[in-house]
């Protein structure tokens, strides 16, 4: 199952190119939340740079669970407020040159409400078909549509593949799915198939090119 990360972060309150300069200049990423848990109500936040960067370079598959603890300036008694909120990370801006992350999109979710989630498909071990048979392993579908509490949300989705043969398929409907998680992409979807093996064309045996003679023209 996918890890519950924490963050820190700060609300944001000046918006425009100027303001996100100076948030990255001070070794910050401007991020956004917005989702189903709060409404729809979007908040602009900013995260240390070093610590995004740290979770994504751990990160296994592609939605990381995150505990993100929003500072929303001083309450009543003089102090900081920190409001927690559970959220997928939904969208990570790199730099096209340097790669380094720009912007993040998290989504709010509640642990006791369902979601939606695209998870990686992945083959484990080796096809009969390849292994013995010289067969090429095909995959067809990269991620499963799934639908489950955030707290049993997979990582990836691996499938064995061992017993596939040449010619046989796997189906949405044969993966094995953890506890608590339901497919949502339909079931007769191929996942993977063991296709013929590749016959290399023998060199020198296409007959040749038929030449055709001129006539005689009478020419000394």
């Given at each position: 199952?996918?890890?519950?990360?924490?963050?820190?972060?700060?609300?944001?309150?000046?918006?425009?190119?100027?303001?996100?300069?100076?948030?990255?200049?001070?070794?910050?990423?401007?991020?956004?939340?917005?989702?189903?848990?709060?409404?729809?109500?979007?908040?602009?936040?900013?995260?240390?740079?070093?610590?995004?960067?740290?979770?994504?370079?751990?990160?296994?598959?592609?939605?990381?669970?995150?505990?993100?603890?929003?500072?929303?300036?001083?309450?009543?008694?003089?102090?900081?407020?920190?409001?927690?909120?559970?959220?997928?990370?939904?969208?990570?801006?790199?730099?096209?040159?340097?790669?380094?992350?720009?912007?993040?999109?998290?989504?709010?979710?509640?642990?006791?409400?369902?979601?939606?989630?695209?998870i990686p498909l992945e083959a484990k071990g080796?096809?009969?078909?390849?292994?013995?048979?010289?067969?090429?392993?095909?995959?067809?579908?990269?991620?499963?549509?799934?639908?489950?509490?955030?707290?049993?949300?997979?990582?990836?989705?691996?499938?064995?593949?061992?017993?596939?043969?040449?010619?046989?398929?796997?189906?949405?409907?044969?993966?094995?799915?953890?506890?608590?998680?339901?497919?949502?992409?339909?079931?007769?979807?191929?996942?993977?198939?063991?296709?013929?093996?590749?016959?290399?064309?023998?060199?020198?045996?296409?007959?040749?090119?038929?030449?055709?003679?001129?006539?005689?023209?009478?020419?000394?």
């Amino acid at each position: 199952m996918v890890k519950q990360l924490v963050l820190s972060a700060a609300l944001r309150v000046e918006r425009g190119r100027n303001a996100v300069k100076q948030v990255r200049a001070r070794g910050y990423v401007p991020a956004v939340l917005y989702g189903d848990a709060d409404g729809g109500v979007l908040q602009a936040i900013e995260i240390k740079r070093c610590e995004v960067e740290r979770i994504l370079a751990h990160a296994v598959g592609e939605n990381l669970l995150v505990e993100l603890r929003v500072v929303s300036g001083l309450g009543s008694r003089g102090k900081s407020e920190v409001l927690s909120r559970l959220s997928l990370i939904q969208e990570v801006q790199h730099h096209p040159v340097s790669g380094g992350v720009l912007h993040v999109d998290f989504r709010a979710v509640s642990a006791t409400s369902k979601i939606e989630v695209e998870i990686p498909l992945e083959a484990k071990g080796e096809a009969k078909g390849v292994k013995a048979g010289g067969g090429l392993l095909e995959q067809s579908l990269r991620a499963l549509l799934v639908e489950c509490l955030p707290q049993n949300l997979p990582e990836v989705i691996q499938v064995d593949v061992t017993t596939l043969d040449i010619g046989d398929s796997y189906h949405v409907k044969d993966v094995v799915l953890p506890e608590g998680v339901r497919s949502v992409t339909s079931s007769e979807l191929a996942v993977f198939r063991v296709s013929e093996p590749i016959t290399p064309t023998t060199s020198g045996s296409a007959s040749p090119p038929e030449v055709t003679k001129e006539k005689d023209r009478g020419f000394p």
